[in-house]
């Protein structure tokens, strides 16, 4: 990939008032407005120009917030699906796949579609930039961040669940510009965030800024940039598991992108977002019409995270009630959010698996089995249009194929560490 790079050219703007202003650099807010708001990247190309397959993530880097590019990107490859397609009698079924497939052209190393976020928000930071980007993840997050910051010489420090350790395993070393810190056993995501947050408030780091980060967003978003350049048009359906809804947001923020476009229709896919049961905030708030999410009382929701199997969608204040978030996206765009529980995710992975050939992380698997319930009930009609976007897999072939090392902890905090602890370990660290 070459090193030469001319920065994309584009404004952010408020997505309340649609005031348009430069990014100082990592801007995440809009400037002095009150409401809370998503900003967005308006890019300066109206007509995507994709490269070809060499450059990664970054063919689409017409449509990616970057000054630069990282080594080592893999784009997200929709193929048209045959196997699960003549099982559920669907005829325009494809699949966006974000994982490790080599045979197909997918060499995501983490098998996560998280490497999106990661070589996009990588290719944001300026270079001269001195600080530490902090990150909270429930896994697969924090594995991509640690794998495209360490190849690329990026400071970064971690904040996980150490629950949630078994999730940062890796084919070779992480270099020490990682810093891995957890919250003891028996905490969750929110608790990380928690974290992340007075790490942030300390001199020298920087929040990546989750969903209010556009090189996030528009990282994702290169799934349906991957899936609407295979197949010429825009979708009817978009089917994919959240935690936070940021891809989902990103995914509906793409299809207003492509639309202005002007080469692949003007249709809204419906998004189709899915949780794992118990843990189902977003469907609460969306089934009681309420932008506002549903009262979830702390011991409760850490509770229901410990019974399902798709830890990473554990986020417990996801960009759902934020002006321009998933409330937002899911009310212009049309779709529902739909519910699988363990039994029912663990089946339909292992019939994708079976019908597709390869394994597929188990959000990824809520997706797939709320989008046979949805051909199953009618929902979905046999011709229409479908993406179904698989935000995970490989990990199992990835495994079987290289030998894996598991990145250790520099400390372990209390579930409600204080500040100035916070600040006591991390000048060690640092």
């Not at 497939?101 to 995501?108: D, I, R, S």
């Not at 994919?240 to 923020?253: C, K, L, P, R, Y």
Request: contains cysteine.
């Amino acid at each position: 990939m070459s090193k030469e790079f001319k920065p994309t050219e584009y404004k952010l703007q408020s997505v309340n008032t649609s005031k348009q202003f430069d990014d100082a650099g990592w801007t995440l807010d809009a400037p002095d407005e009150k409401e809370h708001t998503l900003i967005r990247a308006i890019y300066a190309k109206k007509q995507i120009e994709v490269k070809d397959e060499t450059h990664g993530i970054y063919r689409f880097a017409d449509w990616l917030p970057i000054h630069k590019t990282l080594e080592g990107s893999s784009a997200p490859v929709t193929y048209k699906s045959e196997g699960l397609a003549k099982h559920l009698g669907l005829s325009n079924l494809y699949i966006t796949f974000s994982g490790y497939w080599p045979e197909k052209g997918a060499n995501f190393v983490t098998g996560s579609f998280k490497e999106t976020e990661a070589f996009s928000v990588g290719g944001r930071l300026n270079s001269n930039e001195k600080k530490v980007l902090v990150v909270a993840s429930a896994g697969n997050t924090a594995r991509a961040f640690a794998r495209v910051c360490s190849d690329n010489d990026i400071p970064l420090l971690l904040c996980v669940p150490e629950d949630n350790l078994n999730a940062l395993w890796f084919g070779t070393a992480i270099k020490d510009c990682v810093k891995l810190v957890v919250t003891k056993s028996g905490s969750d995501y929110f608790d990380a965030i928690h974290l992340s947050n007075l790490a942030c408030q300390l001199d020298g780091f920087i929040p990546e800024g989750g969903a209010k980060n556009v090189a996030r967003r528009d990282g994702m978003a290169t799934t349906v940039l991957s899936a609407v350049h295979e197949i010429g048009k825009i979708p009817d359906y978009y089917f994919q598991a959240v935690g936070s809804g940021t891809g989902a947001i990103a995914a509906w923020e793409a299809n207003i992108r492509l639309i202005e476009d002007g080469r692949f229709g003007n249709n809204k896919m419906k998004l189709m977002v899915s949780q794992n049961e118990p843990f189902v905030p977003i469907h609460d708030a969306w089934k009681a019409d309420s932008r506002a999410m549903l009262p979830l009382e702390d011991n409760l929701a850490r509770n229901q995270v410990e019974e399902i199997i798709a830890k990473v969608l554990s986020n417990r204040k996801p960009p759902y009630p934020i002006i321009g978030g998933l409330y937002d996206a899911m009310k212009d765009a049309g779709g529902d959010v739909l519910l699988a529980n363990n039994d029912e995710l663990e089946v339909a992975g292992k019939l994708f698996e079976e019908l597709e050939g390869n394994d597929i992380h188990p959000a990824a698997a809520v997706a797939t089995s709320t989008l046979i319930k949805a051909v199953n009930d009618g929902t979905v009609k046999k011709d229409d249009l479908i993406m179904l976007n698989i935000t995970g897999g490989g990990e199992e072939k990835f495994k079987r194929e290289n030998d894996i090392i598991y990145l250790k902890p520099k400390h372990v905090f209390d579930i409600t560490p204080d500040v100035e602890t916070v600040k006591d370990i991390l000048d060690k660290l640092f």
